[in-house]
C-alpha cells in the first residue's frame, strides 16, 4: 500500500514538472518566432492556456465521474489540449479555446481507457475521431470567415479616407491608429487599387514589423520617421497562407519609424520610391511646427524651410490649430500654436 502511494506521489510530480517543461519550451518557441510582443502574442499565449486548462479539467471531470484519475491522463489532456489548439491560436478567441479544451479533455480520456484496456478498440476510435473533427471544423471556421464588404468601394472601412502624397504621387489611405486597427489591417481584403493603401500610425518611433497573415495579395511597404522620411522599403511581400502563423514571415525595417505605408505590390516600382522619398499628408509635411519656427510673410517655415502653412496672415498672439495636418486621427499629439514676436510658440494642450 505504502509503496503504491509513493508511486503515485511521484508520478505525479514527475507529471508536474514534465508539463511544466512542455509549457515553457511552448511558450519559447512561440515567442521565439515572433519579432516583438504584440497583441497577437498575447492572445495566442491565453488561447492555446485557456486550451491546455479547460482540457485539463474536462478530461479531470470525465476520469473522476468514472473514478479513474492517474498522471498518465493529465499527460494526455495536456498533449491533446496543445496539439489541437497551436495551429489555430493566432486566429482563435477564449472562447472558442475553452471549448477546444473540452472536446480535447474528453479526446485525452478516451485515449485513456484505451490504454487502461488494449483489448478495446472503441474508445481510441472515438478519441481519434473526436481530434480530427476538431481539426476539421477549426480549419473551416477559419477558411470560411472571408470579408463579405469591399471596404474600397462602401467607405465602411476601418477609418475614413485620408489623402497623402509621396514626393509627386498623391493616393487615399486609411488610418490604422489604434491596436485593434493595426492588428487587422488590410487581412481578409480581396483586392488594394494603385491609387489606395492603408497608412499605421504610431505616436512612438520604434521597429515595427509587418507580416502578411491572412493577406490575399502581395504588398509593398514602406517605413517612415517622424518627419516623413522614408527610412526602409520591402516590395512584393506575398501572402502568408499557412495556419500556423509561428511560421509567418515577420518584416522588420532597419531604422525606427512613426508611419508604415501599406501599398499594392509595384507601386514601388511603378512610381521610383526611394529612401529620398517623403511622406506629406494632404500636401502638408508631416512634421508639425516646432518651437522657434520662423515666420516669414503668410508661411511658417520648419528647421529645414519647408512650408507648414499657407494663406494666413499672422498677427501677434494669433493662434493655429494644426488639425488639418493630419485630419480624423486623434491622439497624435498635435500641437495647437501662437504666433508671437516673429516666432511660433508651441504647446502641448
Known sequence: MKTSMLTMIVGFFLSVLWIGYLWIGYLSFSMG??????????????????????SIVSWSLFSWATH?????????????GIAVIVPFSGDLGPMTAILVGIVTGFAAYMIQKKIENPTRNKPLVIG???????YAVLFLMIVSVQSTVHVWDTGDGIDAWTGIQIDDVSLMVQIADTE???????????????????????????NYPIWMHNMKFPLDVIW??????????????????????????????????????????????????????????????????SKGAVIEGNEILDAKNRC???????????????????????????KYGKYVSGTFLENEN
Open 33 to 54: 518566432n515572433e519579432v516583438m510582443v504584440d497583441g497577437i502574442t498575447v492572445s495566442t499565449t491565453i488561447v492555446t492556456t485557456l486550451s491546455t486548462v479547460f
Open 224 to 289: 517612415f520617421d517622424k518627419n516623413g522620411n522614408a527610412v526602409h522599403i520591402e516590395k512584393n511581400l506575398l501572402p502568408c497562407k499557412t495556419v500556423d502563423t509561428n511560421t509567418c514571415q515577420k518584416f522588420l525595417p532597419s531604422a525606427e519609424a512613426n508611419y508604415v505605408l501599406e501599398v499594392a505590390s509595384g507601386f514601388v516600382e511603378k512610381h521610383r520610391i526611394t529612401k529620398d522619398s517623403n511622406l506629406y499628408l494632404d500636401s502638408i509635411p508631416i512634421e508639425i511646427i
Open 68 to 80: 479513474n484519475i492517474n498522471s498518465r491522463g493529465v499527460m494526455l489532456s495536456v498533449i491533446a
Open 128 to 134: 481519434i475521431t473526436t481530434i480530427v473533427a476538431s
Open 180 to 206: 485593434s486597427k493595426r492588428v487587422r489591417g488590410l487581412m481578409f481584403q480581396e483586392q488594394l487599387p494603385y491609387d489606395k493603401g492603408m497608412l499605421f500610425v504610431f505616436e512612438e518611433s520604434g
Open 308 to 334: 507648414l502653412n499657407h494663406g494666413h496672415i499672422w498677427n501677434n498672439n494669433d493662434t493655429c490649430t494644426l488639425t488639418s495636418v493630419f485630419p480624423g486621427v486623434s491622439g497624435m499629439g498635435l
